[in-house]
Nanobody, 122 residues
């Protein structure tokens, strides 16, 4: 069982940047896909970005061109660089891991962190 712990959340003004980090307690070198989901107050949890072992990435349309996901399998870390932040990016961000497959609704994501809050406000 892999434990995931997020960090790097906080408050930022619109247009600002944040870098989220996800530290895994074990090796992620065999985990097919690592990703980030987010859940805003009163809304469903949505996929933000996913990266596979082959470094194939997938992004929600709302964050394309602004967010970048990366993984460091040697350090068992996953990152989400968030630029040009908007108020609508305010949410709790969750790090996830899918050992074998994933779906955009979260299927296959067996590992979840507890989340880190990102607030974008002036």
């Amino acid at each position: 069982q892999v434990q995931l712990v997020e960090s790097g959340g906080g408050s930022v003004q619109p247009g600002g940047s944040l870098r989220l980090s996800c530290a895994a307690s074990g090796s992620i070198g065999s985990i097919y896909a690592m990703g980030w989901f987010r859940q805003a107050p009163g809304k469903q949890r949505d996929l933000v970005a996913v990266i596979t072992l082959s470094s194939t990435t997938r992004y929600a349309d709302s964050v394309k061109g602004r967010f970048t996901i990366s993984r460091d399998d040697a350090e068992n870390m996953v990152y989400l660089q968030m630029n040009s932040l908007k108020p609508e990016d305010t949410a709790v961000y969750y790090c996830t891991g899918a050992p074998h497959y994933y779906s955009t609704s979260g299927g296959g994501m067996d590992y979840w962190g507890k989340g880190t809050l990102v607030t974008v406000s002036s």
